[in-house]
């Protein structure tokens, strides 16, 4: 082998090992959800046992249960939002009251679910995740969106944060194509995805101060008229 192959095989082996760990990581946790994510669907678990989110640390979901089993389950019958495919699992968010939990499960307990065009009157209204907020309106055949969000969060206390919460606001106008829509304010891009009573969102790092994002799984509070 010449020196300038060595040189140049030296210089591509980095390159492949980042790629390749890049597309198969194995993340799927509750805070990267929206952004790590892709291919969000709706599925119900069928089965009759109760149905554990398994880690996505140290070898997980390959153990299996019980190596990998979170606190979070599912029962037969609940719908979750689903992401990609892992070596037979796939990566879930069951939403609740308390926000929600994320995890691997087996992808043969999942029966997906249909998931049709809404309307443009269904991303209508008052959309939360904590104290991250955005209000969806229509407005001439699109949609207009303005939110805020905030970090660490809307009321920090002094010891946290003295001089307050560091803050990103957008306000944009977009159509949707079928469940998915893009809005554009100056630097900051928001792709939001509608399933159901949910609405899965990240953003591109750019809609406001240091750390703030949007990225999150938003639950209607109120319906926009």
């Not at 980095?14 to 509750?30: E, H, I």
Request: proline share 8%; hydrophobic share 35%.
């Amino acid at each position: 082998m010449s020196l300038r192959s060595v040189f140049l095989l030296a210089a591509l082996l980095p390159v492949t090992a980042m790629a390749s760990g890049s597309a198969d990581d194995g993340s799927c946790r509750n805070g990267a959800f929206p952004s790590e994510q892709s291919g969000f669907a709706l599925a119900k678990v069928v089965g009759a046992s109760r149905l554990y989110l398994l880690s996505d640390t140290e070898g997980c979901p390959a153990r299996g249960e019980p190596a990998c089993r979170q606190r979070s389950y599912v029962v037969p019958g609940d719908t979750l939002i689903t992401g990609r495919d892992k070596d037979g699992y796939r990566c879930a968010f069951f939403p609740n009251k308390g926000g929600g939990s994320a995890g691997w499960v087996a992808s043969t307990r999942l029966q997906p679910q249909p998931l049709p065009a809404p309307a443009l009157q269904a991303w209508a209204g008052d959309w939360r995740d904590g104290d991250d907020q955005l209000v969806i309106g229509v407005r001439g055949g699109q949609l207009h969106v303005e939110g805020d969000a905030y970090w660490p969060s809307a009321n920090p206390t002094p010891e946290v944060r003295p001089y307050g919460p560091n803050m990103g606001q957008v306000e944009a106008l977009a159509a949707p194509t079928r469940n998915t829509v893009t809005f554009q304010d100056a630097t900051c891009t928001l792709r939001a995805h509608l399933l159901g009573d949910s609405l899965i969102v990240a953003d591109n790092s750019e809609c406001g101060g240091m750390n703030v994002r949007f990225n999150g799984v938003y639950r209607r509070t109120r319906p926009q008229r």
